[in-house]
Nanobody, 124 residues
Framework: QVQLVESGGGLVQAGGSLRLSCAAS????????MGWFRQAPGKEREFVCT????????YYADSVKGRFTISRDNAKNTVYLQMNSLKPEDTAVYYC????WGAGTYRGVEYDYWGQGTQVTVSS
């Protein structure tokens, strides 16, 4: 069992940056593939990016590629999402997710644990 707690969300102007963090409980963080997803009002949850257990492999949705960077620090049980050049269409609740013993994946149904989410609002 792992608990995920996101932080770092807030209000930012278009073109600005935010860094989200997702802290995980437990001693086996390095056994989890991690992902970030987001859900805007009235829309379905969508994949943002993912990182494998070692941090050596990442994958991004086309909509954020080149602007967002996912990373992890297994010693700190934390995964990060650095978001640059933010756009109003990035406004959403951002969730981190953990997939035990699995590589990162864009498929949300394959994740075992989810955080409660953190709101990101980008003003134009």
């Amino acid at each position: 069992q792992v608990q995920l707690v996101e932080s770092g969300g807030g209000l930012v102007q278009a073109g600005g940056s935010l860094r989200l963090s997702c802290a995980a409980s437990g001693r086996t963080f390095s056994s989890y593939g991690m992902g970030w997803f987001r859900q805007a009002p009235g829309k379905e949850r969508e994949f943002v990016c993912t990182i494998n257990r070692s941090g050596g492999s990442t994958y991004y949705a086309d909509s954020v590629k080149g602007r967002f960077t996912i990373s992890r620090d297994n010693a700190k049980n934390t995964v990060y999402l650095q978001m640059n050049s933010l756009k109003p269409e990035d406004t959403a609740v951002y969730y981190c997710a953990a997939r035990q013993w699995g590589a990162g994946t864009y498929r949300g149904v394959e994740y075992d644990y989810w955080g409660q989410g953190t709101q990101v609002t980008v003003s134009s």
